[in-house]
């Protein structure tokens, strides 16, 4: 039955492509959405976001929380305020720039950006490994493609990043 819905999707109209893949993005949507809810007593959405952007990137300073979030750098002051208060992350000062504060992950944080991230992983594979042998392979193959469509090989720390000017 599913190498036949393959058949027809290969040779078939650009719709029921789309449609695949619209599917195959909400199951991706919903592990990430998990992910994030296991957490969210924890931290914001924006908190997770800047947590990952520190664990993938290494330290950062508020400039840059701002601009990966998009708001103000007030709102990233606060929002970094709270993951020190929770001791996620911590700040230090940088010698040789001392307008500059490295905002870099605590023990902790690196712990909850794993469970986070080793989550989806699993989450992940558990879906993988529901699909047929034969058509895993196939599935990574197109994912790569699909990413690398779009001009990149996305990120592998499961973060998301939107151009909006692309």
Known sequence: MILGFVER????DADAQIDAVLRAANVLLRVVAQSVVEVEDVV????????????????QNLGA????LGV????????CERLVNAGLIGRRDDPGDRR????????EG??????????RRKAVAAVIGR??????????VGMDAFAAADGGEGSEDGRFSIDLDG
């Open 131 to 140: 699909m047929p042998a034969e058509l895993r392979g196939v599935c990574a």
């Open 44 to 59: 914001t959405s924006p908190q997770l976001r800047v947590l990952v952007m520190i664990a993938s990137r290494g330290p």
């Open 9 to 12: 999707i290969e040779d078939h």
């Open 72 to 79: 103000h750098p007030s709102n990233a002051t606060r929002i």
């Open 100 to 107: 500059y504060r490295a905002l870099s992950l605590t023990p």
């Open 65 to 68: 929380v701002a601009v990966e």
């Open 110 to 119: 690196v712990s909850l950006v794993n469970t986070v991230l080793e989550h």
